[in-house]
C-alpha cells in the first residue's frame, strides 16, 4: 500500500513540476533551458540543473543529450534549439552556456569510463609498461636510494605490505599505481615529505607548540603506499557516485580529464595526511574510523555548489579558473 502511494506521489509531483513548466514558459516567453542559463550562474549550480533538466525531459533528444560522444555536441545543441524554437541569431548567448554544460556532463561521463578502465586492468610483472612504472614511482620517492632489487622488502621502505608490491594493487589495479607515480612525480617535495611524516610522524613539519597540544610525541604512522591504494579507492568511489561533480564541473572549463582526477587524488593524499595528524589515532586500527570521518567531511564539503577542492600545492596550481 506504501509503495503504491509512493508511485502516485510521484506521478502526482511530476505533472505538477510539468505544470509549473508549462506557467513560467507562458509567463516569461522563455523554456526551462533558458532560464537555468540566464539565471543561474556559471559553475556547478548551472550545469547540475541543466543536467537534471535534461536528463528529466520527456523529450527523447534531450534525455539522449547527456550522453552524446563530444564529436556530436554541437550538432546536439543545434536539434535542441530547433526543437525548442530558439533562434540562435536572437539567443547567441544560449547556445554558447548549453555546450559548455554538455561538455562538462558528457565529459564526466568519459571520465568515469577512464577511471574503470584503469581500475579493472590488473597489475601485471611480465607487461614492462606495468614494471616502469613502478620502478619509477621507487625512484621518486627515493631519488637517494636505489633499489637493491625487484623483489626486496625496500618497498615497505614507501609503505607497501611485502617484498613485491604487485599484491597490493589488486583492489584498485592500475588507477592506484598510476595515482600514487602522478603524485610522486608532479609534486615530488609533496609527496616526498608526506612519506617522510607517514614514517616518521614526529618528524613532520608542526611547531613545538603544535607538538605539544597534539600530543605528538605519541603520533601513529601509516603505510603511504597503502593509504594511496585507499585514497584511491575514496576519490573512485566520490566520482562514481557523482559527489565530484560539484569540484569539476566549478573548476574544469570543459570536459574533465583523467589529469582533473589525478590532481584531486593528490589534494585528497594531501589532506587526508593532515586530517590523520589532527585525529591523532591510538594505532593504526583507527584508521577505518579516521578514513570514514574524512569521507564524511569531504562529501559535506562537495555538497555546497560552489565548492571546489581548493588546491594548494604544485601538482594542482593553475586547477581553478573560474
Known amino acids: 500500500m506504501d509503495h503504491i502511494v509512493e508511485v502516485c506521489l510521484y506521478f502526482y509531483c511530476k505533472f505538477l513540476w510539468r505544470c509549473l513548466k508549462f506557467v513560467m514558459r507562458k509567463l516569461t516567453g522563455r523554456c526551462e533551458l533558458q532560464r537555468i542559463c540566464y539565471n543561474t550562474k556559471l559553475g556547478a549550480s548551472r550545469t547540475m540543473k541543466i543536467e537534471t533538466s535534461l ?4 523529450s527523447k533528444l534531450l534525455q539522449t543529450s547527456v550522453s552524446v560522444h563530444p564529436d556530436a555536441i554541437e550538432k546536439t545543441i543545434e536539434d535542441i534549439m530547433e526543437l525548442k524554437k530558439i533562434n540562435p541569431d536572437v539567443n547567441p548567448q544560449l547556445g554558447i552556456s548549453l555546450q559548455a554544460c554538455l561538455l562538462q556532463i558528457v565529459g564526466y561521463r568519459n571520465l568515469i569510463a577512464d577511471v574503470e578502465k584503469l581500475r579493472r586492468e590488473p597489475y601485471d610483472s611480465d607487461n614492462p609498461q606495468h614494471e616502469e612504472m613502478l ?3 621507487w625512484k621518486f620517492l627515493k631519488p637517494n636510494t636505489p633499489l637493491e632489487s625487484r623483489i626486496s622488502k625496500q618497498w615497505c621502505e614507501i609503505g607497501f605490505q611485502g617484498d613485491d608490491p604487485k599484491t597490493d594493487f589488486r583492489g584498485m589495479g592500475l588507477l592506484g599505481l598510476y595515482n600514487l607515480q602522478y603524485f610522486a612525480e608532479r609534486d615530488a617535495t609533496a609527496a616526498q615529505q608526506v612519506l617522510s611524516d607517514s614514517l616518521h610522524p614526529k618528524c613532520s613539519k608542526f611547531s613545538k607548540a603544535e607538538w605539544e597540544k597534539k600530543r605528538m610525541d605519541k603520533a ?6 597503502i593509504v594511496g591504494i585507499n585514497i584511491t579507492d575514496l576519490a ?10 560539484t569540484h569539476f564541473y566549478n573548476i574544469a572549463p570543459e570536459a574533465p580529464t583523467l589529469s582533473h582526477f589525478q590532481q584531486t587524488f593528490c589534494y585528497l593524499m594531501h589532506e587526508f595526511h593532515k586530517f590523520w595528524i589532527e585525529e591523532d589515532p591510538m594505532d593504526i586500527m583507527e584508521f577505518n574510523r579516521v578514513r570514514e570521518k574524512f569521507r564524511k567531511r ?3 564539503q562537495l555538497q555546497n555548489p560552489d565548492m571546489a577542492l581548493c588546491p594548494h600545492f604544485a601538482a594542482s596550481e593553475g586547477l581553478i579558473n573560474m
Do not use: C, H
Open 55 to 58: 536528463r528529466d525531459s520527456k
Open 135 to 137: 620502478l619509477k614511482l
Open 236 to 245: 573512485y568511489n566520490l566520482l562514481v557516485s557523482g559527489a565530484l561533480k
Open 298 to 300: 569531504i562529501i559535506k
Open 220 to 225: 601513529i604512522g601509516y603505510s603511504f603506499a
